[in-house]
């Protein structure tokens, strides 16, 4: 019997995602209701379940914070960011902090039990998309020998300063009045200038040369 357990803050996903995923007999869906801190987390016991379905956004904190409390006190639990985004906004950096991947809430429920399958036996299922970009913003990188990091507009640094805050490129789009491929884009340019390859990079390195606060 395969346990998961749904981190969501709307009942209806919680309810929704258990009454698609026990339609197979050999699994059980459990959910966790709000509110979320770690403070909560850290009294929980996570041993009981196979993986952990973890969403984005959860009010006061994100998946990615609890998920990395979670892993602190259980080593080798299986989470996997369950999100209604697009997954490549976040794949690399959950992958660096532990949680094995991300699958979008409209997949079907084959693709999703397909991906917990393959985090049990230790493997990621990577969307194609995502790994063209990621081979195309290394290629740029070696090929594009900055020898000082190029200046960012205001735009950039705007949606930098988004990205900070932890917001998903859609609502970086809604926040500034831009279509979500214009921010698309502008990121694809903030990380070519420099010269990184994923959000956290762009941030950290931003912040260390003062280009935002």
Do not use: W
């Amino acid at each position: 019997m395969l346990h998961i357990l749904v981190v969501d803050d709307h009942p209806a996903v919680r309810e929704g995602t258990k009454a698609i995923l026990e339609t197979d007999s050999q699994v059980k869906v459990s959910y966790l209701n709000p509110p979320y801190s770690k403070d909560v987390i850290q009294h929980l016991n996570f041993q009981e379940y196979d993986v952990i379905l973890m969403d984005m956004n959860l009010g006061d904190i994100n998946g990615m914070e609890l998920s990395t409390e979670i892993i602190k006190h259980s080593e080798d639990c299986k989470i996997i960011l369950y999100t209604g985004y697009d997954v490549e906004d976040y794949f690399e950096e959950a992958i660096r902090l532990g949680i094995h991947g991300a699958i979008s809430k409209t997949e079907t429920k084959e693709k999703i039990l397909s991906s917990i399958r393959h985090a049990l036996s230790g493997d990621i299922v990577v969307p194609y998309s995502y790994l063209k970009s990621l081979i195309l913003q290394q290629k740029n990188k070696s090929s594009s020998a900055h020898s000082e990091t190029e200046t960012l507009n205001e735009r950039e640094k705007a949606i930098l300063q988004e990205v900070e805050r932890g917001l998903t490129n859609q609502e970086i789009a809604d926040k500034l009045h831009l279509s979500k491929r214009s921010i698309e884009y502008s990121l694809t340019s903030i990380f070519n200038k420099l010269n990184v390859g994923s959000r956290t990079e762009a941030v950290l390195i931003s912040k260390s040369e003062g280009i935002i606060d």
